[in-house]
């Protein structure tokens, strides 16, 4: 990584390969699954970006470098700063364009953000985000959040397949939580969840402290909080853990059906979930579903990816817009990934160089390479005429794993890695399946881990 | 388009269908030709963005809102702005990592940028460009000017394919321009370079008095100047149209040598271009061959699609790093061709609708959906079990072209443009290939100015 300035990564040429990977899984899924592209500006109207609560820390205010004034002074309609996540620009251009879009309208967006907090693994100042939301009018069917969660795992399984790790999706239900505050009695349940959000990286004690003194709960009624926020299971156990507990009230018996019914469906179709009553999603729009992701072996990083259900993601004159949307951080994962040693086969696209015998001879390898890239080759023309034994280290260094001879008398390719070279046709010649694109590589310490698992 | 925010565009789902279109064409032949994709960060210093020369009023400068000063009131090292180009980062990006990079160094970016200039047709204050430049240590190969020449002519001929315009490429040469002007005697050329860059916009009569006026011209001299601009031609006839002014100086030899050697290999290689005195590209860091292109039927744009060879892109402490590129605006065409009446046949990606009868075969359905997707075929599962006929005009109004109808006894899939419907098996069926992913709608001004033009 290029780190010239602190918490704006740029990846070199072959970590990029590797977040390619990443997005394009992303995309092919998404597409496969009938979500639209959609780009926001990077840009919004700072009022715009306070509807989410205190952003003064986070945000990047923008303005033309000849502007004179402190933005303190800039009137409020002409201050303008970067976004900050991709939720609040969709829910803005929702609302501003609701006439021309078809509901439920499905979108992915594959964009940069920027906060101007502090930087630290896997949490940068400017970073790429990868979300899909599903948005009705008024109202949006229950199966969507089973839908946005199965097509996530579909990423995972995707990028598994590459040998990068999988995740452990944990989900809650915002009515189930909220509804056994209020069974035990709690008037601001608001507060006790923005509390429980905390027990990750406060630990139980202080948050049983936090909920005697800052939500004003007796200590019995924190015990209760941290007794639900303790329960783990599946979709066959779950409800009876929570009425083990021995609360009652209607709208917990609303989620805690919710929560079995979306683990039951993602059970059917073989996706690797759990219910996770400590999940609780700190911001305050998620009324239903909620859900939360580690990646396994990076479980120190904290959720990847997450998001759930909201009654009115916005709201127009006549309509509330409600919705069910997953964000996952891709650089978040790509950064710890590659200082975890996980690299690319190449730095380069290409499956094969194509040498130059003399400068002559370049017309006849140019002409070889666009044979190979008609047919979806990715083929490179050597720079220079150098002697064939530094052609082929040229393409050992960027991991070209395949070098092409031209000769009008019968073509020949090696493979650099075994040495095996065979007469080729530019119009026949394919290479392996494996060698078409970069490759990930996993470091041995990844799969250690794996085999002692298995 | 939608406006809130002039000079901030944002596509509709269907219209970003047509810019991903361009984005994924331009990337496909890029990696094909063997180009790695980088992205820079958003952000540069004022310091490093301000090489290139006067830039305070086109610089969105960024700063956290937090901050209470103006930004000139900030230390230079401290202030930051958004890119306005992708070079300058590029430039920076190769000094910081020479040691890290192979050369030649082979990149393309397709990234944002920003300029705070007055938006019009085409201009945004953001907007994507899609840039690709080879970059040497100390030296580069004169052949890596035809390639990247080559390489966008290929861009366009596959977007031809698609129904969208082709592009006029004209080329030029500095050292050709230049020699000419030191030949007739004129001592400062780079005024006379940026001079001349201006006679698309203000014409031949303002440019001949501002060459004397300006740039201390005799009457004859800026006559001689102008019927060079005025040269038009192929490899066959432009050095003789130059020779014909009577004009003799080295570099003028040098210049029309590289000029007529590059529009050799172009033709040789079935590439539409011509030679233009005319065209100087204002910048100052272009040293050999320079290019601009106008999309056919939208030559008033201006040139949408130019660059060339530097001798310097950068220089590091031991090193300068010499390089060719070339720079699409993609919202440059984007934007006017959707005003033009351009557009898609989707506003989704899938190809297939599948019917859901009733809730309770909503699991099914997503089967079915599964094993398309699974072959690569996109397919979205209707949101609610609504009348059949409900469910196909849904499909409709997005533009999707076939809806399934699931059943255990048998499978049907219907054209819902013709109304004929078959027997199918989500394993087996698969679409036309012209209905796979969505297709360009040429609107019949254009079609009308094609038949004109045969």
């Given at each position: 990584?290029?780190?010239?300035?602190?918490?704006?990564?740029?990846?070199?040429p072959?970590?990029?390969?590797?977040?390619?990977?990443?997005l394009?899984t992303c995309r092919?899924?998404?597409?496969?699954?009938g979500?639209?592209?959609f780009e926001?500006r990077?840009?919004?109207?700072v009022?715009?970006?306070?509807?989410?609560?205190?952003?003064t820390?986070?945000?990047y205010?923008?303005a033309?470098?000849?502007?004179?004034k402190?933005?303190?002074?800039v009137?409020p309609?002409?201050?303008l700063?970067l976004?900050?996540?991709?939720?609040?620009p969709?829910a803005?251009?929702?609302?501003?364009?609701?006439g021309?879009l078809d509901?439920?309208f499905?979108?992915?967006q594959?964009?940069?953000?920027?906060?101007?907090e502090?930087?630290q693994e896997?949490?940068y100042?400017e970073?790429t985000?990868?979300d899909?939301?599903?948005?009705?009018?008024?109202?949006l069917?229950?199966?969507?959040d089973?839908e946005v969660?199965?097509?996530?795992?579909e990423?995972?399984?995707?990028?598994a397949?590459h040998?990068?790790p999988q995740?452990?999706?944990?989900l809650?239900?915002?009515?189930l939580?909220e509804g056994?505050?209020r069974?035990?009695g709690v008037?601001d349940p608001d507060?006790?969840?923005q509390?429980?959000?905390?027990l990750?990286?406060?630990?139980p004690?202080?948050?049983?402290t936090?909920?005697e003194?800052k939500?004003?709960l007796?200590?019995?009624?924190?015990?209760?909080?941290?007794?639900?926020?303790?329960?783990?299971?599946?979709?066959?156990?779950v409800?009876?853990h929570?009425?083990d507990?021995g609360?009652?009230?209607?709208?917990?018996?609303?989620?805690c059906a919710?929560?079995?019914?979306?683990?039951t469906e993602?059970?059917a179709h073989?996706?690797?979930a759990?219910a996770?009553?400590s999940v609780a999603?700190?911001?305050?729009y998620?009324?239903g579903t909620?859900?939360?992701?580690?990646?396994?072996?990076?479980?120190?990083?904290g959720s990847?990816c997450s998001?759930g259900?909201?009654?009115?993601?916005?709201k127009?004159q006549k309509?509330?817009?409600?919705?069910v949307g997953i964000s996952l951080?891709?650089s978040?994962i790509?950064?710890?990934?590659l200082?975890a040693?996980y690299s690319m086969s190449?730095?380069?696209?290409s499956?094969v160089l194509v040498?130059?015998?003399?400068?002559?001879h370049?017309g006849q390898?140019r002409?070889?390479?666009?044979?190979l890239?008609?047919r979806?080759i990715?083929?490179?023309v050597?720079p220079t005429?150098a002697?064939?034994?530094?052609?082929?280290?040229?393409?050992?260094?960027?991991?070209?794993?395949?070098v092409?001879f031209?000769?009008?008398?019968?073509?020949e390719?090696k493979?650099?890695?075994?040495g095996?070279q065979v007469a080729?046709?530019?119009?026949?010649?394919?290479?392996?399946l494996?060698d078409?694109?970069?490759s990930v590589?996993?470091p041995?310490s990844?799969k250690?881990?794996?085999?002692e698992s298995?």
């Open positions: 990584m290029s780190k010239s300035l602190s918490g704006f990564p740029e990846w070199l072959a970590q990029r390969q590797l977040e390619l990977l990443v394009d092919v899924v998404f597409e496969l699954n979500f639209a592209s926001s990077a840009v919004e109207s009022a715009t970006l306070a509807r989410k609560g205190d952003i820390k986070e945000v205010a923008i033309r470098l000849a502007q004179e402190p933005f303190s002074e009137a309609e002409d201050q700063a976004h900050f996540d991709l939720t609040v969709f803005r251009f929702v609302v501003e364009n609701a021309k509901f439920p499905r979108r992915y594959i964009q940069k953000a920027w906060r101007g502090r930087p896997g949490r100042r970073f985000q990868a899909i939301d599903i948005v009705g009018v008024d109202e069917p229950a199966h969507h089973v969660l199965l097509v996530m795992s990423v995972f399984n995707r990028l397949q040998g990068l995740i452990d999706l944990r809650n239900n915002r009515k939580s056994f505050y069974g035990i008037e507060t006790v969840l509390l429980v959000d905390k990750d990286k406060a630990g004690e202080k948050v049983v936090w909920l003194e939500a004003g007796s200590k019995e009624q924190a015990q209760q909080c941290l007794a639900l926020a303790n329960i783990r299971g599946s979709a066959q156990d409800a009876q929570v009425a507990l609360v009652s009230h209607e709208m917990l018996d609303e989620g919710e929560l079995v019914a979306v683990l993602l059970e073989g996706a690797a759990s996770d009553l999603r700190g911001l305050d998620y009324t909620v859900y939360e992701s580690t990646m396994q072996g990076f479980e120190s990083l990847v998001g259900r909201y009654a009115s993601l916005a127009g309509n509330t817009y409600p919705g951080g891709v978040r790509v950064g710890p990934l200082s040693g190449r730095s380069v696209p499956c040498s130059v015998a003399t400068e002559e370049r390898a002409r070889v390479a666009r044979t890239q008609a979806g990715s083929a490179l050597a005429a002697k064939f034994g530094k052609q082929i280290k040229y393409a050992d260094r960027l991991g070209v794993p395949f092409w031209p000769s009008s008398e019968g073509h390719v493979d650099i890695r075994t095996e080729a046709e530019p119009d026949q010649w394919r290479p392996p494996a078409v694109v970069p590589v996993v041995q990844a250690d881990l794996d085999t298995e």
